[in-house]
């Protein structure tokens, strides 16, 4: 039985012009998992609201941070996940190929790429260090509804807490502090509030109290805060912080609906109002850098910090092709023994 390797990342569009952005905005926010809406209501919402206006800021968004990975490079997140996974076929010895679950290159051709190097067991690895229905759970419906036939399906769980991926994320901070700075903001991607309530097996412990994230529960596994906070804490605890210097918050909401909060963007003006005047920056939520952690934290949070009163903004880059990132990964993939308890089928 021949193992490969097959990395997905969320997506990209195919360039900066709007007509691609808006292709990938279509495929992205009609996915039932990211708008969970009934198909008419999400069509209506979609198509009725959101494509008319949103793809020509959208495009403008991303030509801001087109080729940031260098002259030519295109979509950072792209450029990063290949980068990932020619590394990964050098360290492993294995096919390995690359997947966006929105956009180029597509799922279906990846698989049938692995399928024709001859590999019959592919080890799924969903390039997302918390589980939420909207990255995890969409990712792997869709592997499954598209796997070659004769091949079989292994699941990376989620990371979010693993000593490797801890650690190599924790140097990466240590690594980019200024001498001096004052606070540190762990910026996460958003999610309604409701599916973390979707998500819940219980259906009675998912924001029903407000210590949910830290009493026990079967619902931890699939619970993104809780992952999240988890997260946070062991990389406060790796670096060596004082709680009280770190602040973690969600960004890039969409809609009226109710989202995990505090808000990133209120937080930036909150932070600066309390006299914070050097402030980091870290995305833990993303293991390479795209659109939400360049423009959105990197050009518009820094812009809105300092109009605030902020004097100092430093972006800590996503994990990228930093090196102890890609000797974790390839470990979990090879099947060390310290891996393993990451398996599951």
Not at 75 to 102: I, N
Not at 264 to 289: E, H, I, S, Y
């Amino acid at each position: 039985m021949t193992r490969g390797i097959l990395l997905v990342n969320l997506g990209t569009p195919a360039s900066t012009e709007t007509r691609d952005v808006r292709k990938y905005l279509a495929e992205f926010l009609m996915d039932p998992h990211v708008v969970d809406l009934p198909w008419p209501l999400r069509a209506l919402l979609v198509y009725g609201a959101i494509l008319p206006r949103r793809p020509g800021r959208s495009a403008a968004a991303y030509r801001s941070i087109w080729d940031a990975a260098g002259p030519g490079t295109g979509s950072p997140l792209k450029h990063f996940s290949q980068g990932l996974r020619h590394a990964l076929e050098q360290r492993t010895d294995m096919p390995c190929e690359l997947a966006m679950r929105y956009g180029e290159p597509a799922l279906d051709s990846a698989l049938q790429a692995l399928a024709a190097k001859g590999v019959t067991r592919t080890l799924l690895v969903p390039l997302y260090p918390q589980h939420a229905a909207s990255t995890r759970t969409t990712t792997i419906e869709a592997t499954r509804r598209q796997l070659p036939s004769g091949m079989t399906l292994e699941i990376l769980p989620p990371f979010f807490n693993h000593p490797d991926y801890i650690q190599a994320q924790a140097d990466l901070i240590r690594r980019h502090l200024p001498a001096e700075w004052d606070h540190l903001l762990l910026s996460y991607h958003g999610l309604p509030e409701r599916h973390l309530t979707r998500a819940d097996p219980t259906g009675a412990h998912c924001l029903k109290t407000a210590d949910c994230c830290e009493r026990p529960s079967v619902a931890h596994a699939t619970c993104y805060r809780h992952q999240v906070r988890r997260t946070s804490d062991a990389l406060i605890s790796a670096i060596g912080l004082d709680a009280s210097r770190v602040t973690t918050s969600f960004q890039s909401r969409l809609g009226r609906a109710a989202w995990l909060t505090p808000y990133t963007d209120a937080t930036l003006q909150a932070l600066a109002g309390q006299g914070v005047r050097k402030l980091v920056v870290a995305c833990p939520a993303f293991v390479a850098d795209n659109l939400e952690t360049l423009e959105e934290i990197g050009i518009a949070g820094r812009e809105q910090f300092l109009a605030a009163g902020g004097e100092s903004f430093t972006l800590v880059p996503c994990l990228n092709d930093d090196e102890a990132w890609i000797s974790a990964l390839s470990a979990w993939c090879l099947d060390r023994p310290e891996a393993v308890a990451l398996r599951q089928d």
